[in-house]
C-alpha cells in the first residue's frame, strides 16, 4: 500500500472511533461513502460493497459501528461477486439471507460449495441507486443466481436522528425459493448488551471449538426481565471464549450502551416464536473474543421464513435510535435507564 493510503488508513480509523463533528468527519470516508445527514444523526453507507451501513453515530458522537475502514481504503482486497468468491470481513451492518445451513443449497452451479461464506451478489456486489434525497436512499443488489432473488434496501434517516431500515428480496427464478431476511449489525465488542425477555420466553445457546479448555463458550445472566451477555473481558489463562446465543424474543429489541451512547435496534413486526428460518431464532447475538485482539460483536434479527413464488417479496424492517446516556457504566444504573426509555418516560 503507498505510503499516503497507510497515513490514511491510520487517520480514518482513528477519527471514526472518536467524537468529532459529523461536518467534518464527512471528509474523512472512502469516495465510495454516501452520507445521509442532519443535526440529530448521521449514516453513511456504501453502495459499491453490498450497500453496507458503515457508520451510525450522533454528529458528536463516537461511531455505534464497528466497521473495517482498512478494507474499504483498499477495494481491490473485497471479493467480486462469483460462485468461488472468498470471504473478506467488512463487518458495519449488513443483510444475509436465512438460514444459514442452505446458504448454497438452493442453486445447482457449485453443488459442492457448502455452506460459506454468504451469498456474494448480496454482500459485494455493487447495488444501483434507485433514490437518493438527504434524508432517504434506496439501494438495489444485483440479481443473485446463488440465492436466485434481488435484494432491495432502504435507509430513511428521521428528524430525531432514528433510522426506519428496509430489506426486501424479489425472487427473481421461475421457481419457488426458501429464505427469511437476516438483519446484521456488528457494533464495538466494549458495548453492554441487553435483550428483553419475558418469563416464558424460549433461549440456547450455541458452542464448539476444537481446543477445549483452552477456549470456552460465552456465557450470559438473565436479571430482571433482560438477557445480558457476560463481560467482555477475556479472563487469563484462556485463549478465547466463543458463541452464540439464540432468543426468541417476543418484544423484538436489542439494547447496546457504547460510549455514552444507548443505540436501540427494534423490529417493526418482531418475528414471533417459531416464525423464522430453521435453526435460527428472532433475535440471535454472537460474539467472539481471542487472545490475539481478534473480537466481533453481532447483533442480529430474523425477519419470517417464507417460500417465495416467482416475484413474490419478504422483508424486514427496522429502526435504530440514539439515546445520549449520562449515567455511570454500571449494570443497574444502565438497566434502569433503559427500562425508561422503554417505557417512554425518557426522550
Known amino acids: 500500500m503507498p505510503l499516503f493510503s497507510l497515513f490514511r488508513t491510520a487517520a480514518v480509523a482513528a477519527l471514526l472511533l472518536t467524537a468529532i463533528p459529523g461536518s467534518a468527519l464527512s471528509m474523512f470516508y472512502p469516495d465510495s461513502v454516501l452520507v445521509l445527514q442532519n443535526e440529530n444523526a448521521l449514516l453513511a453507507v456504501t453502495p459499491s460493497v453490498g450497500g453496507t451501513v458503515v457508520d451510525y453515530r450522533r454528529p458528536d458522537g463516537p461511531s455505534l459501528l464497528d466497521t473495517r475502514w482498512e478494507v474499504l481504503e483498499e477495494p481491490e482486497r473485497i471479493p467480486q461477486p462469483s460462485t468461488n468468491a472468498g470471504w473478506v470481513a467488512i463487518d458495519g451492518h449488513t443483510t444475509w439471507l436465512a438460514p444459514q445451513h442452505r446458504w448454497w443449497a438452493q442453486q445447482d452451479l457449485v453443488p459442492d460449495r457448502g455452506n460459506w461464506p454468504p451469498d456474494p451478489w448480496l454482500i459485494y456486489g455493487e447495488y444501483r441507486i434507485l433514490e437518493q434525497t438527504p434524508e432517504r436512499l434506496v439501494l438495489q443488489s444485483p440479481e443473485s443466481p446463488v440465492s436466485g432473488v434481488r435484494l432491495t434496501k432502504t435507509y430513511e434517516l428521521r428528524l430525531d436522528g432514528s433510522v426506519h431500515l428496509d430489506a426486501t428480496i424479489e425472487n427473481i427464478r421461475e421457481e419457488p425459493v426458501s429464505w427469511g431476511v437476516w438483519s446484521n449489525t456488528r457494533v464495538p465488542v466494549s458495548a453492554h448488551v441487553f435483550v428483553p425477555i419475558r418469563e416464558n420466553t424460549?433461549?440456547?445457546?450455541?458452542?464448539?471449538?476444537?481446543?477445549?479448555?483452552?477456549?470456552?463458550?460465552?456465557?450470559?445472566?438473565?436479571?430482571?426481565?433482560?438477557?445480558?451477555?457476560?463481560?467482555?473481558?477475556?479472563?487469563?489463562?484462556?485463549?478465547?471464549?466463543?458463541?452464540?446465543?439464540?432468543?426468541?424474543?417476543?418484544?423484538?429489541?436489542?439494547?447496546?450502551?457504547?460510549?455514552?451512547?444507548?443505540?436501540?435496534?427494534?423490529?417493526?413486526?418482531?418475528?414471533?416464536?417459531?416464525?423464522?428460518?430453521?435453526?435460527?431464532?428472532?433475535?440471535?447475538?454472537?460474539?467472539?473474543?481471542?487472545?490475539?485482539?481478534?473480537?466481533?460483536?453481532?447483533?442480529?434479527?430474523?425477519?419470517?421464513?417464507?417460500?417465495?413464488?416467482?416475484?413474490?417479496?419478504?422483508?424486514?424492517?427496522?429502526?435504530?435510535?440514539?439515546?445520549?446516556?449520562?449515567?455511570?457504566?454500571?449494570?443497574?444504573?444502565?438497566?434502569?435507564?433503559?427500562?425508561?426509555?422503554?417505557?417512554?418516560?425518557?426522550?
Open 202 to 347: 424460549r433461549f440456547w445457546r450455541e458452542f464448539s471449538t476444537s481446543s477445549p479448555g483452552r477456549v470456552r463458550a460465552w456465557d450470559y445472566e438473565v436479571v430482571d426481565g433482560f438477557w445480558i451477555p457476560a463481560t467482555r473481558e477475556l479472563p487469563a489463562g484462556l485463549e478465547g471464549q466463543v458463541g452464540k446465543s439464540y432468543l426468541e424474543a417476543e418484544d423484538g429489541v436489542i439494547a447496546a450502551f457504547i460510549e455514552g451512547d444507548l443505540f436501540l435496534k427494534t423490529a417493526v413486526e418482531p418475528t414471533a416464536p417459531g416464525a423464522a428460518a430453521p435453526r435460527q431464532a428472532a433475535i440471535e447475538i454472537y460474539s467472539h473474543l481471542r487472545a490475539n485482539g481478534d473480537a466481533l460483536l453481532e447483533l442480529e434479527m430474523h425477519g419470517p421464513y417464507r417460500t417465495l413464488t416467482p416475484g413474490e417479496l419478504n422483508r424486514f424492517a427496522e429502526t435504530w435510535r440514539i439515546v445520549p446516556y449520562p449515567g455511570p457504566e454500571e449494570r443497574s444504573a444502565q438497566m434502569a435507564f433503559l427500562r425508561s426509555v422503554l417505557a417512554g418516560s425518557t426522550p
